[in-house]
Nanobody, 124 residues
Framework: QVQLVESGGGLVQAGGSLRLSCAASGRTFSSRAMGWFRQAPGKEREFVSGISRSEDITYYADSAKGRFTISRDNAENTLYLQMNSLKPEDTAVYYC?????????????????WGKGTLVTVSS
């Protein structure tokens, strides 16, 4: 089992930056692809970014490309999301999640363990 705890959210002005972290417990972190998702008020949860087990392949939603960077430190069991040039539409609760073994998509049902989320608010 994997336990995930996000941190780093907060209030930031448009154009600012935040770095989210996701601390994982358990010995399976390095064996799982990991992803960041977000859910804005009144909207469905959506994929933001994902990273392979070995850190060499990254994936981004169109909304995140060029502004967000995902990374992981398998030695520290930590996942990161560096968010730059933030926009008001990035306001959401951000969740990290681990992907089920042998799954290749980044849909919510491909993920098994989820953190409780961290709130990011971007003011205009």
């Amino acid at each position: 089992q994997v336990q995930l705890v996000e941190s780093g959210g907060g209030l930031v002005q448009a154009g600012g930056s935040l770095r989210l972290s996701c601390a994982a417990s358990g010995r399976t972190f390095s064996s799982r692809a990991m992803g960041w998702f977000r859910q804005a008020p009144g909207k469905e949860r959506e994929f933001v970014s994902g990273i392979s087990r070995s850190e060499d392949i990254t994936y981004y939603a169109d909304s995140a490309k060029g502004r967000f960077t995902i990374s992981r430190d398998n030695a520290e069991n930590t996942l990161y999301l560096q968010m730059n040039s933030l926009k008001p539409e990035d306001t959401a609760v951000y969740y990290c999640a681990s992907r089920r073994p042998y799954r290749t998509s980044w849909s919510s049902d491909a993920m098994d363990y989820w953190g409780k989320g961290t709130l990011v608010t971007v003011s205009s």
